[in-house]
Nanobody, 123 residues
Framework: QVQLVESGGGLVQAGDSLRLSCAASGRTLSTYGMGWFRQAPGKEREFVAAISRGGTTTSVADSVKGRFTISRDNAKNTMYLQMNSLKPEDTAVYYC????????????????WGRGTQVTVSS
């Protein structure tokens, strides 16, 4: 099973940018479709973005479309989430996740999860 570790979170002001990273170990990242999710205090976890194994297909939630970009570098075994024009409502713990191995296209189910990284956006 793949192990996932998120990094790059922090405290920023509204309008700022952050780039989150998700480093994979244990197995080759290109085996997995990947995704980002977030959970704000008192709210359910929600989908943010997903990317296919080769990185050619992506999906982004409407709430972040035009501001967030998901990407991956399989040679570095790392996935990224570039977050621009951050808003206070983006404040949450952000999790990366991996689907089952060898799923084609954008995955809809995720089996492996990181522990999350906190993003806090002040107004």
């Amino acid at each position: 099973q793949v192990q996932l570790v998120e990094s790059g979170g922090g405290l920023v002001q509204a309008g700022d940018s952050l780039r989150l990273s998700c480093a994979a170990s244990g197995r080759t990242l290109s085996t997995y479709g990947m995704g980002w999710f977030r959970q704000a205090p008192g709210k359910e976890r929600e989908f943010v973005a997903a990317i296919s194994r080769g990185g050619t297909t992506t999906s982004v939630a409407d709430s972040v479309k035009g501001r967030f970009t998901i990407s991956r570098d399989n040679a570095k075994n790392t996935m990224y989430l570039q977050m621009n024009s951050l808003k206070p409502e983006d404040t949450a713990v952000y999790y990366c996740a991996a689907a089952r191995p060898y799923v084609y296209g954008i995955p809809s189910n995720f089996d492996s999860w990181g522990r999350g990284t906190q993003v806090t956006v002040s107004s």
